[in-house]
């Protein structure tokens, strides 16, 4: 099993251009969540599903589309990059029972110019 | 909306030391966690906390959830270098989402 998987995972934008980053699990989870890492501040929640077709927003979403077609995949999407979205992009997933351990991927960095 | 603290920021330490770290709730939480990621790495998940004063051990690491479940502690008995990595709790309140804290960055000196 590869667990989590990111793509890309490294990328740099231009101020104002779009894009799409793609995680993908292989372990059957119903949740998938999307956080952004900057130094100092630890893990934050961008977005996350608790099932395929629906998606919920977490602590810092604005600027971020999300969507969960298909139960193994989750995509965030940027549509119009900033400077401040330049940071490091973690996929994870769990299952719904009580334990709810969480599985990263291996991250994508994003700079924004 | 809920804030979890950890300190300290950073501890360096010199192997075979002991090292702790401290995770605090501004809300009562039905359960917490603690993740280790190595540098360049992913979270890793290590615990789950679910009842006051639960003490879990897993060899040298022992995880502490307190009375009030609004803090919690790692501490780790004499460290080697491959405890190297930041440190983050993650703590749930009854019907939320896990809120991350900033993490403790820990580095063993040989």
């Known amino acids: 099993n590869a667990g989590v998987t990111q793509t890309p995972k490294f990328r740099v934008l231009k101020t104002g251009q779009s894009m799409t980053l793609l995680c993908a699990q292989d372990?059957?989870?119903?949740?998938m969540y999307w956080y952004r890492q900057d130094p100092g501040m630890g893990l934050r929640l961008i977005h996350y599903?608790?099932?395929?077709?629906?998606?919920a927003k977490g602590e810092v979403p604005d600027g971020y589309n999300v969507s969960r077609l298909k139960k193994q995949n989750f995509l965030l999407g940027l549509e119009s990059a900033a400077p401040s979205q330049t940071s490091v992009y973690f996929c994870a997933s769990s299952d719904r029972d009580s334990l709810r351990e969480q599985f990263f991927g291996p991250g994508t960095r994003l700079t924004v110019l | 909306g809920q804030q979890v603290m950890q300190i300290p920021q950073y501890q360096h330490v010199q192997e075979g030391e002991d090292f702790t770290t401290y995770c605090n709730s501004s809300t009562t939480l039905s359960n917490i966690q603690w993740y280790k990621q190595r540098p360049g790495g992913h979270p890793v998940f290590l615990i789950q906390?679910?009842?006051?004063?639960e003490v879990k051990k897993q060899k040298r690491l022992t995880f502490q959830f307190g009375e009030a479940k609004k803090n919690s502690s790692l501490h780790i008995t004499a460290t080697q270098t491959t405890d190297v990595g930041t440190y983050f709790c993650a703590g749930r309140g009854y019907g939320q989402n896990f809120v991350f804290g900033p993490g403790t960055r820990l580095s063993v000196l040989p």
């Open positions: 372990m059957n989870h119903e949740y």
């Open positions: 599903s608790v099932g395929e077709g629906t998606t």
């Open positions: 906390l679910v009842k006051s004063g």
